[in-house]
Structures are given as C-alpha cells and as structure tokens.
C-alpha cells in the first residue's frame, strides 16, 4: 500500500508563489503516475496537472503558464511549483498516485490528506 503525505500550503497573496510537495511511502511495485487535484469550497474536486512519466504531463487549462509539475524518482516525490496564484487557485490540493504491486498487475489509487492553498490579499 502507498501513502502520500503533501506539504507546502499555506497563505500566500495574489502574485504569490508556492511549491507544494508529495512524498510516497509503502510498498509497490511501479507507480505509473502522480498528479496534483484540488477542491474549491462548494466545488467538485478538479484536476490540476499530472505527470505522466518520461518528462510529460498535462495541465488544467487554468492553471496553463503558471504551475509546474515535476517528479524526482529517488525521492519519489511529486513536486507542484505554482506561481501567478491567483484567489480562484484557492483550495484544498491533493496528491495522488497510480501504482501497481506486481508486473501486470491491476492499478490502484493512492490519495494523500490534502493541504490548504489560500491566496488572498
């Protein structure tokens, strides 16, 4: 089982930048990818960018020229770097991972706690 614990939030005011960091631990076989959502008071969690392995990843199109997502595989750890944060950014950020625990074996999902983003002024 993987667990992912983020770290990072915090209060930061418009124009403001955060890194935002998930490290996995447990026992697995591969993890196939790590992203980043969030959860907006009143809204349904949304995607913000993934990493989908070999130096790729996706992007929501709000978040487009301003996030960055990165991933070091010794520490495995998938790192958010958000800059231009705006007050709609506020929310709650979660990690997640796509794992496996053998070779073809099936894809589970991991999700850390979450940490709170405020942008505000």
């Known amino acids: 089982q993987v667990q992912l614990v983020e770290s990072g939030g915090g209060l930061v005011q418009p124009g403001g930048s955060l890194r935002l960091s998930c490290a996995a631990s447990g026992i697995w076989f591969s993890i196939n990818g790590m992203g980043w959502y969030r959860q907006a008071p009143r809204k349904q969690r949304e995607l913000v960018a993934v990493?989908?392995?070999?130096?790729?990843?996706n992007y929501a199109d709000a978040v487009k020229g301003r996030f960055n997502i990165s991933r070091d595989n010794a520490k495995n750890t998938v790192y958010l770097q958000m800059n231009s944060l705006k007050t709609e950014d506020t929310a709650v950020y979660y990690c997640?991972?796509?794992?496996?625990?053998?070779?073809?074996?099936?894809?589970?999902?991991?999700w850390g706690q979450g940490t709170q983003v405020t942008v505000s002024s």
């Open positions: 997640n991972a796509l794992y496996s625990r053998s070779r073809g074996g099936i894809t589970y999902i991991a």
């Open positions: 990493h989908i392995g070999a130096g790729g990843a």
